[in-house]
């Protein structure tokens, strides 16, 4: 039996108790989620929480050892990245893959390209491919001067942008995007989160990898907070605040108890300072000892 989303629908990911080891390093253990059409799933936590670890795993780079992991509805265990993209699920990564000194839409095509002509006749169809990125790239709200300019002169924000567009067109039904705004300022970051929503619009689920929940708040329908390769939250956007978010990401408990730690820390070296002072004004004369008449 197909397990059934909250909306009704079959998710388009669906992971149950999932678990990987790298050998005695326990990475992932017990991630359950669900990914559905035209919602944005955040995937938040710090250096070392195991996201890169979950994105390996849904993208077909390596596999689970623990639980199931379903794409609509069907049990899948790939063997590599292009088994994963043929079922829908593209990757866009941080360091994207892009040719800087070639075109926009070469770089829009890059391993893709279209042909026209038969046999020996067939050759790149160069004026169509120029055409459907510019088309493609309107179609999600960016509008780049020439697509036969060098990507490398884009923006980061721009590049991220264009790779959303391709992962698009090329069929995407899940896009993963593996920490897009990390390496942008607050302009460009706004620029790829609105090509994030663009993209849930257009009712693809989206997987937002990111350790900023600033960024994740205002485009996320549903938050997972990773900690130590486990999940230590699963809210949906009415479940829970910007500011709860932000707590659970900065490990709201664990700050509390250091800042009472530090707390009783400097009491403790006041009240150790203070005794000294005291001391030594006795031995010089100066003030009157605590109980003198």
């Not at 292009?82 to 926009?104: F, H, K």
């Not at 999940?231 to 009472?260: C, F, P, Q, V």
């Not at 820390?265 to 010089?284: C, F, I, K, N, Y």
Request: glycine share 12%; hydrophobic share 40%.
């Amino acid at each position: 039996m197909k397990s059934m989303s909250v909306n009704g629908r079959v998710p388009l990911i669906e992971m149950t108790d999932v678990g990987k080891l790298y050998g005695n390093i326990r990475a992932l253990q017990g991630i359950s989620l669900k990914v559905g059409a035209g919602e944005v799933t955040c995937v938040l936590g710090d250096n070392g929480a195991g996201k890169s670890s979950l994105i390996k795993i849904m993208s077909g780079v390596h596999q689970h050892d623990e639980g199931s992991y379903k794409v609509e509805g069907q049990e899948v265990r790939f063997g590599s990245p292009r088994e994963a993209l043929n079922r829908g699920i593209a990757t866009v990564y941080q360091d994207l893959a892009v040719v800087p000194l070639m075109s926009v839409w070469r770089n829009f095509f890059l391993g893709s390209e279209a042909e026209k002509g038969n046999g020996p006749t067939t050759q790149l169809d160069i004026e169509g491919m120029k055409r459907t990125a510019k088309s493609e790239l309107l179609d999600m709200g960016i509008d780049l001067r020439d697509v036969e300019q060098p990507i490398g002169t884009l923006s980061g924000g721009e590049r991220q942008s264009v790779a959303i567009a391709r992962a698009v067109h090329f069929g995407a039904k899940v896009l993963i995007l593996d920490e897009p705004t990390s390496a942008l300022g607050v302009k460009q970051a706004g620029v790829v989160l609105k090509y994030v929503v663009q993209a849930r619009d257009r009712g693809l689920g989206v997987i937002f990898i990111t350790h900023n929940p600033h960024h994740a708040y205002p485009v996320g329908d549903h938050f997972i907070v990773l900690n130590r390769g486990r999940m230590i939250a699963d809210r949906s956007k009415r479940e829970i605040t910007r500011e709860e978010l932000t707590s659970l990401m900065a490990g709201g408990a664990e700050l509390e108890a250091l800042s009472h730690e530090l707390e009783r820390s400097t009491d403790r070296s006041l009240a150790a300072v203070g005794q000294q002072l005291e001391a030594e004004a006795h031995e010089l004369g100066i003030g009157t000892p605590a109980g003198g008449a």
